[in-house]
């Protein structure tokens, strides 16, 4: 049975990256292009993982996972940004507020993706 992963980020390319990063493999990748279009993704169907963009227009990576956390508090939930130190301060009240993510820093290449993404799930 296919593992499901939700990829939350407004760059079409990276989207794209995770679609061919996992096309040949047990896991089944979602995308969405904004925070909204991600929750409501991740309110109509259960998933094993989410990597989260951090930076992106409208509701930014912190504020849509407080939503996600809202919906479900187990999902491994990654956020990946090139921007840590930019959100810094919203990060660390996140993780106070016992908000559950990990950071990951961009680029990211395929062969890290899987091993992040075996290491979660299976």
Do not use: W
């Not at 963009?53 to 996972?65: A, I, R, S, W």
């Not at 106070?96 to 990951?104: K, P, R, Y």
């Amino acid at each position: 049975m296919k593992k499901n992963i939700l990829v939350i980020d407004d760059d079409f390319a990276i989207r794209q990256s995770f679609i061919l990063t996992f096309e040949d493999t047990n896991y089944n990748v979602v995308v969405a292009e904004s925070g909204y279009e991600g929750i409501d993704k991740f309110k109509m169907q259960k998933f094993d993982l989410v990597y989260l963009d951090l930076k992106m227009p409208g509701m930014n990576g912190v504020e849509t996972l407080n939503e996600l956390r809202k919906i479900d508090s187990e999902t491994s939930i990654y956020i990946f940004t090139a921007y840590h130190k930019e959100f810094f301060e919203q990060l660390k009240k996140a993780a106070e507020a016992g908000l559950d993510f990990e950071v990951l820093h961009k680029p990211l290449d395929s062969a890290q993706l899987k091993e992040i993404t075996e290491s979660l799930i299976e």
